[in-house]
């Protein structure tokens, strides 16, 4: 049985700094693409920022409202994705979910799509006040 773990949500103040942290049981992490999305109360589930299984930055993905803000990364030893978040907005509170690809998907095609998440956790909300 998978199971998807996020951990490191809270209530920060604009400008702070928030790291999450998604552990995953039950698949060879090392297999699966991953990635962070988020969805604000309203909003449609979007995708934050993706990482290939090596956890190289080459095929890495960040949406452009995060891009020099946030970053992703992975330990597959660990089994553990990272998502590290500085200079947080306003804008960035959502509750994020972490997602294992369904399937063999690069960086970005997961991201763009949460239909191409195949397994979800039950998310950390992340809050951050103006």
């Known amino acids: 049985q998978v199971q998807v773990v996020e951990s490191g949500g809270g209530l920060v103040q604009a400008g702070e700094s928030l790291r999450l942290s998604c552990t995953v049981s039950g698949l060879t992490f090392a297999d699966y693409t991953m990635g962070w999305f988020r969805q604000a109360p309203g909003k449609e589930r979007e995708g934050v920022s993706c990482?290939?299984?090596?956890?190289?930055?080459?095929?890495?993905y960040y949406a452009d409202s995060v891009k020099g803000r946030f970053t992703i990364s992975r330990d597959n030893a660990k089994n553990t994705l990272y998502l590290q978040m500085n200079s947080l907005k306003p804008e960035d509170t959502a509750m994020y979910y972490c997602?294992?690809?369904?399937?063999?998907?690069?960086?970005?095609?997961?991201?763009?799509?949460?239909?191409?998440?195949?397994?979800w956790g039950q998310g950390t909300q992340v809050t951050v006040s103006s």
């Open positions: 997602a294992a690809a369904r399937s063999r998907y690069y960086a970005g095609d997961l991201c763009r799509s949460a239909s191409n998440g195949g397994y």
């Open positions: 990482i290939s299984r090596s956890g190289g930055l080459l095929y890495n």
